[in-house]
């Protein structure tokens, strides 16, 4: 089972309110990763969960945060968003972050994120 | 800083035509590279990964290759499908925080 799942598909938010989205997997890979994604553009890198702890935050506004609770579990708390925030947001994982191996990443499908 | 630029941005081709989608990156110290395809508003599914130390891989009808001397890799498509339309990245590990960096994509239109 490669599936990593993300709930929900779609959301839309005013800018006062408190939102999460949410991601899965049980492929058993300790790395997991939240990325925003505009259209037509790449996936930019916003944080990285190795086991359970955050690693990696690409600078991100506090607007977002990153939540692991387990390592299959990963949220992202949403609060006070702003209308460019608007985006598709993807979560990965992979076997783990560390140099060596194949370290694939294996993506969901997204949620779509409206600000109003 | 690593640069990963994919050419064409677009390509449209004829059904059951083989064809050739390009990636290249400005630095050869790279731990990997890997292949994905993206649907219109919908997540990233990968199709391949090489590692630094190997040449190529082939999964069905793809088969990717790559030069980390050249800075190059390629994505080959046998026998395209109407059902291979699709936006394809490429992403090289690697840089400051061994994580990817991305090519803005070459958007693959296969016409019936």
């Known amino acids: 089972d490669t599936e990593v799942t993300q709930t929900p598909k779609h959301l839309v938010m005013g800018m006062t309110n408190k939102k999460s989205l949410k991601c899965e997997q049980h492929?058993?890979?300790?790395?997991m990763y939240w990325y925003k994604q505009k259209a037509k553009k790449p996936p930019e890198l916003m944080f990285v969960?190795?086991?359970?702890?955050?690693?990696i935050n690409e600078s991100v506004p506090s607007r977002f945060s990153p939540e692991c609770p387990n390592s299959s579990l990963l949220n992202l708390h949403l609060h006070a968003l702003q209308p460019e925030d608007s985006a598709l947001y993807l979560c990965?994982?992979?076997?783990?972050?560390?140099?060596?191996?194949?370290?694939?990443?294996?993506f969901g499908p997204g949620t779509r994120l409206t600000v109003l | 800083k690593q640069e990963v630029t994919q050419i064409p941005a677009a390509l449209s081709v004829p059904e059951g035509e083989n064809l050739v989608l390009n990636c290249s990156f400005t630095?050869?110290?790279?731990?990997?590279l890997q292949w994905f395809r993206q649907d219109p508003g919908k997540g990233l599914t990968s199709l391949l990964l090489?590692?630094?130390s190997q040449r190529e891989q082939t999964s069905g009808r793809l088969n990717a290759s790559l030069d980390k001397s050249s800075g190059r890799s390629t994505l080959y498509i046998a026998a395209s499908q109407p059902g291979d339309s699709a936006t394809y990245l490429c992403?090289?590990?690697?840089?400051?925080?061994?994580?990817?960096?991305w090519g803005a994509g070459t958007k693959l239109i296969i016409k019936p």
């Open positions: 969960y190795s086991y359970e702890k955050l690693s």
């Open positions: 990965a994982s992979s076997q783990d972050n560390s140099l060596g191996g194949q370290r694939e990443q294996f």
């Open positions: 090489i590692q630094s």
């Open positions: 492929m058993g890979h300790r790395a």
């Open positions: 630095d050869s110290a790279i731990y990997n």
């Open positions: 992403a090289v590990r690697g840089g400051s925080n061994y994580q990817l960096i």
